[in-house]
């Protein structure tokens, strides 16, 4: 007879029962007390940064498509969600039934003593967009660990060789991870790591140069047995600076990594899944790479999911046999109700028509932002991006002040960096319910990720309110942000000294 669960079963405890919150509590806070348990127990400095931008305060209740829905009834539009993580939208209603399916079967999440069938079908979804011969997949949890086992493949294949080395992009960004954060150089986030890869292993080389890479590649000679490289890896757009390489430069890159028997990856983790209006943006160019790692759009925006996809051939070399097969693994890699969410999302792209509906919008804020530019040429210095990843890069007037200083680390042009663009984002929060944001490694670079459902009509809330902050004038902004803000900035300074 088998065993009935009582579902008014507590186990009985002799220790002191903790304080905990309920989950109706936790909903239920106000952002003031959500914000002391934040800088208590996260991370108090962030919260700092969350303040200097007006968003400590932003009591999202619910969210859906574009648009947050705040407490004090506010409606916001999110042009950044979650840096592209939410390509879909908030709480796509195909995503929401997918989970809703996974709880009322009561779908197995999670084993690792047999395969899953939602892996099973997630991989070959993949395999049937992706061009030959990305066929194989290694599911992963993050962008981070997608390129991290990326990395690891990679180096299977190529250690025996001899070869050390990686090749990457000066101001590329691979993850915080301790491997990928070694072919990280967008933003100084090295300080005060002993790094998975050592410095001397890694060869940076400027993004969108050919003739850098063919240089590289024949200074990494081995004593005319080949070259040391064990793969060159680069983001197909360079995120921080929503920066797009020149015709023919992904094509040749390719070309160039294969001649030299060196494995071509590309990071497609922030723009992959559609957002450039091809399901990867390597597509825009006729080439394929030797690997690929995905992230963000991929989890439908309620999912921690990321992959890595490779060719048979390759995989096999790596990890082909019985004893090596498990050698890269992760515990959480491929939850079954993880797996479920990214397979509506990807039928969902193709369904609804979103990649298409990317790459015309994104055509459409091209446009807009160009008639901003245009209107502002002393402030607006040029528009970038592809489909609805888009940046716009403002006037700071570097150049005048790299006369005096080093702008890439003077803390006063930092600081003033910072301000400028810092006023922007917060003015178009304040002024105008609109969610941009920019990077630490490009100060002067305002980006724009809104999922690929968004709208004329919300596009052009997002220029209307950039035309009148512009028409104020950007010192109005600043002058605003600073008198806000004196205390936060002045502690950010000497923080940096």
Known sequence: MATQIREDFRPVSTSRTPDLLTLDEAVALDMGRANQLYARHLNRHLLQ??????LDMLDVRSAEGTTLHLADGRRVLDFSTGMGAAGLGHNHPRILAAERLCHE????????????????????NL???????????????SGAEANEAAMKLAERIQTPKGKQKFLCMQGAFHGKTHGALSLTTATQVHTGFLLGVPRENVIYIPYGDIDALQQAIANASMDGQGNDIIAAIIEPIRGTACEVPPPGYLSQFVRLCRDNDIISSFDEVKVGCGRTGRFCAFMHED??????????????????????????????????NRNDCNLHS???????????????????????????????????????????????????????????????????????????????????????????????????????????????????ILHFMPPFTVTKVEIDQLVDGLDEIFDRGIADSALRFVAGNVKRLLSGMRGRN
């Open 127 to 141: 395999a049937q967009i992706l061009p030959d011969p990305l066929d194989t997949s290694f599911l992963a949890t």
């Open 330 to 444: 992760s515990t959480f890699s491929g939850i079954g109700e993880t797996c479920a969410v990214a397979i509506e999302t990807l039928n969902t792209l193709y369904d609804d028509g979103l990649i298409d509906n990317a790459a015309e919008m994104g055509d459409y804020l091209e446009a807009r932002l160009e008639g901003l530019r245009i209107k502002y040429p002393g402030t607006l210095v040029d528009v970038r991006g592809r489909g609805l990843f888009r940046a716009i890069r403002l006037n700071f007037r570097e150049d005048l002040a790299a006369r005096l200083v080093d702008v890439s680390t003077n803390p006063l042009f930092l600081t003033y960096q910072t301000v400028l663009i810092g006023a922007v984002a917060r003015m178009l929060f304040e002024r105008h319910n609109i969610l941009v944001h920019f990077q630490p490694g490009a100060r002067d």
């Open 49 to 54: 940064i969350y303040a200097i931008l007006g």
């Open 105 to 124: 079967r009561r779908l197995l999440d999670i084993t690792k003593l047999s395969p899953h069938k939602l892996q099973a079908a997630l991989a070959h």
């Open 287 to 320: 080439t394929v790479p030797d690997v690929v790692t995905l992230a963000k759009t991929l989890g439908g925006g309620k999912r921690a999911i990321g992959a890595m996809v490779t060719s048979q051939a390759l995989f096999d070399r790596a990890y082909g």
